[in-house]
C-alpha cells in the first residue's frame, strides 16, 4: 500500500480498491487465507508488469483544479505523461511527498511528448526519446 501510495500517480485509486478488498475479505471471513495470499501475490506480479511495461491507457487527473479525462502514456512506473482531447500535454511531477500534473511549458517539451503518444499509438513500444524532465532526483 505505501509503495502504490507513494508511486508514480497510475490508477492509484484501482489499484488501492483491490487491496481494500482483499482486506474486507480477509476480515470479514468472506475470503480464505490461503486465496487471499494468491491474491496478493497476482497483485504484487501485477504491480512488476506496470513496472516493466510502457502503455497507454485513460485516466482522470487532476489539472488546473479541475478533474479531466485524458490519454496517459506510461512509461513503467518511472514517468507517466499526458495528453487532452485538445492537445494540450504534460507529465506527472513529484512535488514534495505527492504529484501534480503539469503542462509543458515550452514547444520543445510539447513536441517531445507528442512523438512519444505518436510513437506508442503506431504499438513501437521501444526506441529512443527524448523526454522532458520527469526523471526524479534520486536523494540520499
Known amino acids: 500500500r505505501p509503495t502504490i501510495e507513494a508511486g508514480l500517480p497510475y490508477r492509484v485509486p484501482e489499484r488501492l480498491a483491490v487491496l481494500d478488498e482483499l482486506q474486507t475479505g480477509l476480515d470479514a471471513g468472506t475470503v480464505a487465507p490461503h ?48 495528453r487532452t482531447s485538445d492537445e494540450q500535454v504534460g507529465w506527472a511531477a513529484r512535488q514534495g511527498e505527492g504529484w501534480s500534473f503539469v503542462l509543458a511549458p515550452d514547444r520543445a517539451g510539447k513536441a517531445h511528448v507528442l512523438d512519444l503518444f505518436d510513437a506508442l499509438d503506431k504499438q513501437i513500444r521501444v526506441g529512443a526519446f527524448t523526454l522532458p524532465g520527469v526523471i526524479p532526483e534520486v536523494t540520499r
Open 35 to 82: 486465496r487471499a495470499a494468491s491474491r496478493l501475490w497476482q497483485t504484487y506480479e501485477d504491480e512488476i508488469r506496470l513496472g516493466r511495461e510502457n502503455a497507454l491507457d485513460r485516466q482522470t487527473i487532476l489539472l488546473d483544479g479541475e478533474e479531466v479525462l485524458v490519454d496517459v502514456a506510461r512509461i513503467g512506473l518511472v514517468a507517466l505523461f499526458f
